[in-house]
T-cell receptor
């Protein structure tokens, strides 16, 4: 079946602009994760959605970052007033539910802030 | 200090050879440990997941081991192929499973 999809695949924006990144998880997966991978760095956890529970936002680096998950499916990660240090690959993953379940990753969105 | 340390940072081997990647962690209380393979420009792909009660798990030519007492895991790759060239990332979860700690990864290059 279809895997996790993300759009756009690449986004170039100017410093100070807002951007929205989209994630379509695998159908039926209740858990959705956002990660960030900066050049030469490891994966960094950003936010976790599980069903209708309040999301775990503990990984968001600043209040310029926010995410929504509508109808328990599609998720949007929004970065306001982008900064150059926001440049990274933003990865989304979903799993059947949280905990001990395989996370399936999307291809990522490469964000470049000029 | 990162709670998940991987070694070596990078590794170059010849096609057909075996190799072992290491992951040491201090995450506590431990819930599970995952190994991911990440090809350049792609999202990570799960190789294995292990809880504290599992000390070995295989996925084709990949075999992961876990020693929860010493807080060490290894990923052994047998008969390496060119397509094994990738970054291998160790991820350790605490009992609150949202709290995942990622290693920096080992960059493996398999040469013909």
């Amino acid at each position: 079946g279809a895997g996790v999809s993300q759009s756009p695949s690449n986004k170039v924006t100017e410093k100070g602009k807002d951007v929205e990144l989209r994630c379509d998880p695998i159908s039926g997966h209740t858990a959705l994760y956002w990660y960030r991978q900066s050049l030469g760095q490891g994966l960094e956890f950003l936010i976790y959605f599980q069903g209708n529970s309040a999301p775990d936002k503990s990984g968001l680096p600043s209040d310029r970052f926010s995410a929504e998950r509508t109808g328990g499916s599609v998720s949007t990660l929004t970065i306001q007033r982008t900064q150059q240090e926001d440049s990274a690959v933003y990865l989304c993953a979903s799993s059947l539910w949280g905990g001990y379940n395989t996370q399936y990753f999307g291809p990522g969105t490469r964000l470049t802030v000029l | 200090k990162n709670q998940v340390e991987q070694s070596p940072q990078s590794l170059i081997i010849l096609e057909g050879k075996n190799c072992t990647l290491q992951c040491n962690y201090t995450v506590s209380p431990f819930s599970n440990l995952r190994w991911y393979k990440q090809d350049t420009g792609r999202g990570p792909v799960s190789l294995t997941i292990m809880t504290f009660s599992e000390n070995t798990k295989s996925n084709g030519r990949y075999t992961a081991t876990l020693d929860a007492d010493t807080k060490q895991s290894s990923l052994h790759i047998t008969a390496s192929q060119l397509s094994d060239s990738a970054s291998y990332i160790c991820v350790v979860s605490a009992e609150n499973n949202n709290d995942m700690r990622f290693g920096a990864g080992t960059r493996l290059t398999v040469k013909p």
